[in-house]
């Protein structure tokens, strides 16, 4: 089943044409290339392989909707971008979850200095778009999906809701829904165009 993937790291104008070309290689290639650096910062913070997916993939959508508006200009390495949007997204969600157990401030100052506001305005773009997609998903994955990402439901309470085993198993559904809603979303960029 796998397939073979060039697994070097695209140049960031590569990324750019190919995300603009609706390239499903490019950001296959960048998914590989930059996952295990995203992987190791969340491993190091509390965080699971899952949780790095799932933060990894929001980055990837944040980057493509960037790319997409038009006026995307790079002010750093798009590694560097991908790791910034990255530990934003994580430590909002380390927030959200009550699971640092330090100071939070302390893994803040660490982060690479980039406008929060601006932070916020493609988050509020990425969801704006988000909308569409998520009509389309249906049920469970809808409810379950809103839950965690809008309502800010544990895992444990979303298991309790729909009657899973475990949290795990929870997890796992919420991870497939998040795969589902990443290709309609996708699908629908690209009738947009």
């Known amino acids: 089943m796998s397939k073979a993937l060039n697994s070097s790291a695209p140049t960031d104008s590569e990324v750019v044409f190919g995300i603009l070309n609706n390239s499903e290689n490019i950001l296959k290639r960048v998914y590989v290339a930059y996952f295990p650096m995203v992987l190791q910062l969340i491993i190091n913070n509390n965080g699971t392989a899952d949780d790095a997916k ?3 993939q929001e980055a990837i959508i944040v980057l493509y909707n960037k790319v997409k508006s038009g006026n995307f200009e790079l002010s750093s390495k798009l590694k ?3 790791y910034s949007v990255c530990r934003k997204l994580w430590l909002k969600r380390l927030s959200q979850m009550s699971r640092y157990g330090g100071d939070v401030k302390d893994f803040q100052d660490h982060l690479p200095v980039e406008d929060e506001a601006d932070l916020h305005s493609e988050r509020d773009i990425q969801f704006t778009k988000m ?7 249906g049920e469970p994955c809808k409810t379950i999906i809103e ?3 809008i309502h800010d439901l544990s895992m444990q309470e979303i298991c309790e809701r729909f009657g899973y085993t475990n949290a795990d198993n929870a997890k796992t559904q919420k991870y497939k829904c998040l795969q589902r809603l990443k290709k309609l979303f996708f699908q629908q960029e690209q009738r947009d165009q």
């Not at 909308?131 to 998903?137: C, R, S, T, Y």
């Open 80 to 82: 560097t971008f991908l």
């Open 54 to 56: 799932d933060v990894y």
């Open 131 to 137: 909308e569409g997609a998520l009509k389309q998903l």
């Open 147 to 149: 839950d965690f990402y």
